[in-house]
């Protein structure tokens, strides 16, 4: 072996010598939520629409979301870092997806409904929209007769697109 083949070899050394002393310095900064926002208030959701419960749900299911997966805790409006308020603009139900293989029967075994909604989080203590979406829409199945597993699998899509909003603001 030449003295050229292992000159590589301190220069390599030297440099994982440096990058392992320096430690990681490659960061992410401004992804999710400013750190000074602690509690959130997630406010009654207006409701264009004909289901009164919605709103609710909705409502329930972002405050668990918001609690369990962002560390967020409940608070009340004017105690609250930052607030979550919004709009559910349109609610589509009883949309057939696969029906009966039975010809004698005219019935679908799958329906879809729809959810859409205008949100947005506010930081209180800016004043500033952290993060908003408009026409934001989510979808669930569900058997025939059992709608309230379709609104509940619909909710839960929009609320880890809420969340997924929330920690994605590099």
């Known amino acids: 072996m030449t003295l050229r083949a292992r000159r590589p070899l301190p220069g390599l050394l030297l440099g994982a010598l440096l990058l392992a002393a320096s430690g990681c310095l490659y960061s992410f900064s401004g992804g999710g939520l400013p750190p000074h926002v ?10 264009e629409t004909a289901t009164p419960d919605l709103p609710r749900e909705l409502q329930v299911a972002l405050r668990d979301g918001l ?3 962002l560390g967020l805790r409940d608070a ?17 139900v009883d949309d057939p997806v696969a029906f009966s293989a039975n010809p004698n029967q005219s019935t679908s075994a799958r329906r879809r409904l729809s959810v859409q909604v205008d949100i947005e989080i506010v930081d209180q203590v800016t004043g500033q929209v952290l993060w908003a979406r408009t026409g934001m829409q989510a979808q669930g199945e ?16 929009l609320v880890a697109d809420v969340i997924e909003g929330a920690q994605s603001q590099w």
Request: glycine share 6%; hydrophobic share 40%.
């Open 67 to 69: 609690r369990s997966r």
């Open 38 to 47: 602690e509690t959130v208030a997630v406010l009654p959701f207006e409701n």
């Open 142 to 157: 569900y058997a025939e007769g059992n709608e309230a597993a379709g609104r509940e699998q619909a909710i839960d899509r």
């Open 76 to 92: 009340a409006e004017e105690n609250a870092d930052a607030l979550v308020r919004g709009k559910i603009t349109r609610f589509i």
